[in-house]
């Protein structure tokens, strides 16, 4: 079974400086996608962005980019110039891609805070 | 175009009731999948429908069951309910399970409180 480890539960970030948050994940298959999303305190899970595992480039979306390691099997995520809406827990994902099915793993969560 | 819809979004019960949630993907999406979030848990797929079918299903009693309707509307419905039970449940929904590029939209989620 997939499992999903995120080792940081709390990481705290300055107003416009960077900060990665880690994930881990253990699978035997060899093709999968990688999400990460975004939880802020209204409780809806946003897409903050995705990864393929046959993509060596890494995904970036305006101020988030992921470093994806397939053979150590990590997924970070950094969210550079970090703003005050970017407070939120943040989950790490995984779903296979070749059994048809939707169904995400999720990590325990990190949650974020920015220090004004 | 309009998002996930959950209703209700708040829900108080006893233990030994039955409660149904309802979700409303978005236009066009025939996948719902849900999933419950407890803080001891945390996020723990329940079950995934598709074209009426259910596709997957997560380890969970069966106490737990969904069904999804000809409109995508899914439902999902928890009998004799435990103190356990309490959580946020979310229901995400997309175009159709496994695609390339597929990526799941969530809801804001049910908050069920069992008493």
């Known amino acids: 079974a997939q499992t999903v480890t995120q080792s940081q539960p709390e990481m705290s970030v300055q107003e416009a400086e960077t900060v990665t948050l880690s994930c881990t994940y253990d699978?035997?298959?060899?093709?999968?996608?990688l999400f990460w999303y975004k939880q802020p305190p209204s409780r809806q899970m946003i897409l903050v962005i995705r990864?393929?595992?046959?993509?060596?480039q890494n995904a970036t979306e305006n101020r988030f980019s992921v470093n994806f390691q397939k053979a150590a099997k990590s997924f970070s995520l950094k969210i550079s110039d970090s703003q005050l809406g970017d407070a939120a827990m943040y989950f790490c994902?995984?779903?296979?891609?070749?059994?048809?099915?939707?169904?995400?793993?999720f990590g325990t969560g990190t949650r974020l805070t920015v220090i004004p | 175009k309009a998002g996930v819809t959950q209703t209700p979004r708040y829900l108080i019960k006893t233990r030994g009731q039955q409660v149904t949630l309802s979700c409303s993907p978005i236009?066009?999406?025939?996948?719902v999948s849900w999933y419950q979030q407890t803080p001891g848990q945390g996020l723990q797929f329940l079950f995934e429908?598709?074209?009426?079918?259910?596709?997957n299903k997560g380890n969970f009693p069966g106490r737990f069951s969904g069904r999804q309707f000809s409109n995508s509307r899914s439902e999902m419905n928890v009998s004799t309910l435990e103190l356990g039970d309490s959580a946020l449940y979310l229901c995400?929904?997309?175009?159709?399970?496994?695609?390339?590029?597929?990526?799941?939209?969530f809801g804001p989620g049910t908050r069920l409180l069992v008493l």
């Open positions: 995400a929904s997309s175009l159709r399970p496994g695609a390339t590029q597929e990526t799941q939209y």
């Open positions: 699978t035997s298959e060899s093709d999968y996608y």
């Open positions: 990864q393929e595992a046959y993509k060596q």
């Open positions: 994902a995984y779903r296979s891609r070749w059994t048809g099915a939707n169904n995400l793993f």
């Open positions: 236009s066009g999406h025939r996948s």
């Open positions: 429908y598709f074209s009426e079918t259910q596709r």
